[in-house]
């Protein structure tokens, strides 16, 4: 079964056309890699500018956009190559967070990982470079040296003004995360 991006996301993926950085940690440049292959950005003692993207405020009002409801956002952290913030809302929280690895392999190792210990829908789900939603209509998505984790198994499964399915939600995150998530 095919996961259509709820139409909210895909507002939201228009808005943030322009998104982007300037950085390029981890792009992919054919020349020095091949056409199938990624530079692995190594984690380093400070997160990465995209990691950083998931709790910043333009992502906080992309988010609030997408779902219709404000959250209060935590202070983000930084741990174990792990950058992480909660949105708390009235009717709960989403928790999204970031791993940071040091190759493909264990960035493969980490996606099969949460697939086995979360669960793991038959759908497909086309964001970076795979992706999946858990059986608690969760997404894990991974991208060059990352794993992003859209944890909304706090949240009722109805949430937002309009209300949606809390894996719709958790795609509409995703989508609005990945939007900006080039190279950076």
């Not at 741990?79 to 949105?87: F, I, N, P």
């Not at 009235?90 to 190792?109: F, H, M, R, W």
């Not at 996606?111 to 829908?121: S, V």
């Not at 789900?125 to 997404?139: D, E, L, M, R, Y």
């Amino acid at each position: 079964m095919r996961i259509a991006v709820p139409a909210a996301a895909l507002g939201v993926c228009v808005a943030l056309a322009g998104c982007g950085s300037s950085s390029k940690t981890g792009s992919t440049s054919p020349s020095s890699v091949g056409p199938a292959q990624t530079t692995v950005a190594k984690p380093g003692a400070q997160p990465s500018e995209s990691s950083r993207m998931i709790c910043s405020t333009e992502a906080q009002t992309d988010i609030e956009a997408s779902l219709g409801v404000k959250a209060t956002v935590s202070t983000p952290t930084w741990v174990g190559h792990v950058y992480a913030c909660k949105y708390t809302y009235p009717q709960g929280a989403i928790t999204l967070s970031v791993k940071e690895l040091e190759s493909q392999a264990e960035v493969t190792a980490e996606y099969n990982a949460d697939a086995k210990k979360l669960g793991r829908r038959p759908d497909t789900v086309s964001f970076g470079q795979g992706a999946f939603i858990t059986t608690n209509g969760s997404v894990i998505v991974r991208k060059d040296n990352k794993v992003l984790d859209v944890d909304v198994s706090g949240i009722p499964e109805n949430f937002g003004s309009p209300p949606q399915d809390r894996s719709n939600v958790a795609l509409s995150i995703a989508a609005t995360v990945m939007s900006c998530w080039t190279g950076a």
